[in-house]
Nanobody
Framework: QLQLVESGGGLVQSGGSLRLSCTPS????????IGWFRQAPGKEREGVSC????????IYADSVKGRFTASRDDAKNTVYLQMNSLITEDTALYYC????????????????????WGQGTQVTVSS
C-alpha cells in the first residue's frame, strides 16, 4: 500500500516562496504520476499541478501557471512543488496524490483519477 507524506507547508508573506515535498513510504514513485491538489475552507478541492511518472510532462492550473513548478527527484524518491510569488489566494491545505500511470499521463481536473493521497500540509499566505 502506497502511503504519501507531504511536508514543507507553513506561513509565508505574500510574495514569498515555499517548497512542498511529497515522499512515499513503502514503495518507489517511479511508475506514478503525482498530482498536487489544494482545498481552502468552504471550497472544493482544486487541482494545482501534475507531473508525469517519467517527469517529461507537467501541467498547471491557470491560477498558478508561471509561479509554481513541479519536479521529481527519483534518486530521493521525492516529488516537489516549488511555489513562488505566493498570494493570499494560495492559502489552502495542499495534498499530493499518486496514480500508477503511463509515462505521459497527467490529470488535474478530476481528483478521483488518483488512488493514493497524503494527509496534506497547510500553506498560509499573509498579506
Amino acid at each position: 500500500q502506497l502511503q504519501l507524506v507531504e511536508s514543507g507547508g507553513g506561513l509565508v508573506q505574500s510574495g514569498g516562496s515555499l517548497r512542498l515535498s511529497c515522499t512515499p513510504s513503502g514503495r518507489t514513485l517511479d511508475y506514478y504520476a503525482i498530482g498536487w491538489f489544494r482545498q481552502a475552507p468552504g471550497k472544493e478541492r482544486e487541482g494545482v499541478s501534475c507531473i508525469s511518472s517519467d517527469g517529461s510532462r507537467a501541467i498547471y492550473a491557470d491560477s498558478v501557471k508561471g509561479r509554481f513548478t513541479a519536479s521529481r527527484d527519483d534518486a530521493k524518491n521525492t516529488v516537489y512543488l516549488q511555489m513562488n510569488s505566493l498570494i493570499t489566494e494560495d492559502t489552502a491545505l495542499y495534498y499530493c496524490a499518486a496514480e500508477e500511470a503511463g509515462t505521459n499521463w497527467c490529470e488535474i481536473s478530476d481528483p478521483d483519477e488518483f488512488g493514493y493521497w497524503g494527509q496534506g500540509t497547510q500553506v498560509t499566505v499573509s498579506s
